[in-house]
């Protein structure tokens, strides 16, 4: 028997969808999806080149993360969320080290694991494009513990080389190929 509870909304629900039907007819935009949270992070190679561009849209279930990137080299690269929001060309070191508001070990893979800001993987073809969706429950853009608009923000990094999602602290993932702060956006 299939599940259809997806069909029992809130009056809430009912209510907001009636409002942006409205607001859709007369000519305003509106979006249904999650608690309206979003931000984004424009990602500069080394030599200050955009060479992607990311979002983040709270949802019920935690925050989506989709970044489509261009110009890097072609393989698997890691995609961590970093604890400060500076990207500091050429090694974007001041980006410091992973998010890691539970002071867990890095990687998936890792019992003791994983940072809050531990991503997947992200295949970029021959070409040098990537795209990349992820669902993460450990980072939040509200206000908490694991928000990304801590005192000091956070960043996006794609690294050079593939995270092993084991070896701690950065899954053997190389040397930092772009980066982006993480901006909040209406």
Known sequence: MQNFSYLKK??????????????????????????????????????????????????????????????????????????????????????????????????????????GGDLPNMLVAKDGAGRFEAMTDAVTLRAGPNSVFDADGSALVVHAGVDDHTTDPTGNAGDRAACGVIAARN
Request: glycine share 14%; charged share 20%.
């Open 10 to 115: 809130s009056d809430s629900w009912i209510f907001t969808f009636a409002v942006c039907a409205l607001s859709l007819a007369v000519g305003a935009g509106c979006s249904l999806v999650g608690s309206g949270e979003r931000a984004t992070a424009e990602l500069k190679d080394k030599d200050g080149k955009t060479v992607g561009r990311a979002s983040f849209v709270e949802v019920d279930n935690g925050v989506r993360v989709r970044l489509e990137a261009k110009g890097l080299s072609a393989g698997l690269h890691a995609v961590h969320i970093h604890a400060v929001g500076k990207c500091e060309a050429p090694a974007f070191t001041s980006a410091g080290g992973h998010f890691n508001p539970s002071q867990k070990k890095h990687g998936y893979k890792n019992p003791d694991g994983a940072h």
